[in-house]
């Protein structure tokens, strides 16, 4: 069967109805609810065979924002068994993730026009934005925090075994666990994000940061189209305010470090997030080069036999079947794969398409993948694999 078959068939099959609303689970056995970034990802998905589905999925992930702006990033509609960490709300999580929503939105809106479609979902986005841009940064340094590792959307990334006071290598349950031992700390004070971030998870994270970069230009987008000439300003001026931001705060050695701490400590782990900053074109032409020789090309950290390992081999933290700590995911690609045709390495990001596509040939749509073997691993029928087909 043709692979957009197949997507479209298991796009179906995640299919899920609430009242008026409709969304798709990313897996039907492990994660049978709604995520935010996810449901970014299905959207830009589905638009490529029903314009109407992709709107449906992006306006039920935003039907429950909270009073602050905040977006969940889950959202339980029917609360089932598969329920492991309390976020102390009975229908939603109460905490976030990337902002990818900016660009799902305009992705939607080039292929129909529709702008009655932005003008429903403008205030909500403005207000999930302006939540970010002040409650994410309470000192004002332009750099946007998260309170929660899960934020990031990489639950056990190695970029947070320092923050966490954690080795390099420790197993899944003594990560499990100081992650739920955070999310008790946060429940206590309510999840006030200036607080968490003050005194127990202090993390500006470079992925996070890019795609709030890429967010807010879409946001500038969406406000020009609909006439918020001032929003569309301000959107623009703080994009600008957090590449600078970035670039003072977190470059060294050729590339961006997330950092931790009141101070900006970089925590320089070799993860898939140096990449990251290609899709908001972040580094010069020439940085960008030395980027893909040292690194990306590099047999030792990036280069292996299934590309793009979320951690480089190189580190003592890599695993290539531990979860975040090392498999190649399918959103991760996607991300790898615009930021190098921006570029204009059409080569390079076609070898990232191509690598894709043969592991969702030889194992299917999996959670993540074994970057040495190909083998897949997490979650069956996982819906990222589907991002193959906006590889273009
Ligand atoms: C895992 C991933 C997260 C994703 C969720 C649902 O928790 O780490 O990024 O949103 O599963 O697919």
């Not at 580094?283 to 040292?294: D, G, R, S, W």
């Not at 043969?358 to 993948?369: A, C, D, K, P, V």
Request: hydrophobic share 40%; net charge negative; charged share 25%.
């Amino acid at each position: 069967m043709e692979l957009n078959q197949k997507i479209l068939d298991l796009m179906i099959k995640n299919r899920r109805t609430f009242n008026e609303f409709q969304y798709t689970v990313p897996s039907p056995s492990s994660y049978p609810y709604q995520w935010f970034w996810d449901s970014c990802f299905h959207a830009i998905i589905l638009s490529y065979f029903n314009m109407e589905d992709a709107k449906k999925e992006i306006l039920s992930v935003v039907s429950k924002q909270f009073e602050n702006g905040l977006i969940p990033h889950m959202i339980y509609w029917e609360r089932g068994e598969l329920i492991n960490i309390d976020w102390g709300k009975q229908d939603t999580s109460t905490i976030t993730q990337p902002p990818v929503i900016g660009h799902a939105v305009w992705h939607i809106f080039s292929k129909d026009q529709d702008k009655r479609f932005l003008e429903s979902l403008y205030l909500s986005l403005k207000k999930f934005t302006n939540y970010l841009l002040s409650q994410r940064d309470p000192r004002g340094h332009n750099l946007i925090g998260i309170i929660n590792p899960d934020e990031s959307g990489e639950d056990d990334s190695p970029r947070f075994d320092i923050p966490l006071e954690l080795d390099p290598k420790h197993t899944k349950e003594v990560n499990f666990n100081r992650r739920l031992h955070l999310v008790k700390q946060n429940l206590v004070c309510n999840f006030d994000a200036p607080f968490c971030m003050k005194n127990f998870f202090w993390v500006k994270d470079v992925p996070f940061n890019v795609i709030m970069i890429d967010h807010l230009s879409y946001m500038t987008k969406i406000a020009l189209e609909i006439g918020m000439h001032e929003d569309a300003n301000h959107f623009l001026y703080h994009a600008d305010l957090i590449k600078d931001a970035m670039r003072k705060l977190m470059f060294e050695d050729g590339v961006f470090y997330s950092t931790y701490g009141q101070d900006y400590k970089k925590i320089k782990v070799l993860s898939w997030a140096i990449l990251a900053p290609l899709f908001a074109n972040l580094y010069t032409k020439q940085e960008a080069e030395t980027l893909i020789e040292k690194h990306f090309l590099n047999e030792d950290e990036f280069n292996l036999k299934y590309v793009v390992p979320t951690v480089a081999k190189s580190e003592a933290s890599f695993d290539p079947k531990g979860f975040w700590r090392g498999p190649v995911w399918m959103a991760i690609n996607w991300f790898v794969y615009k930021g190098l045709a921006n570029y204009g390495l059409v080569e390079l990001a076609e070898k990232v398409k191509q690598s894709s596509i043969q592991l969702l040939e030889h194992s299917g749509f999996r959670e993540n993948y074994n970057p040495l073997t190909g083998e897949g691993g997490g979650a069956e029928e996982f819906t990222w694999g589907g991002l193959i087909i906006d590889m273009n």
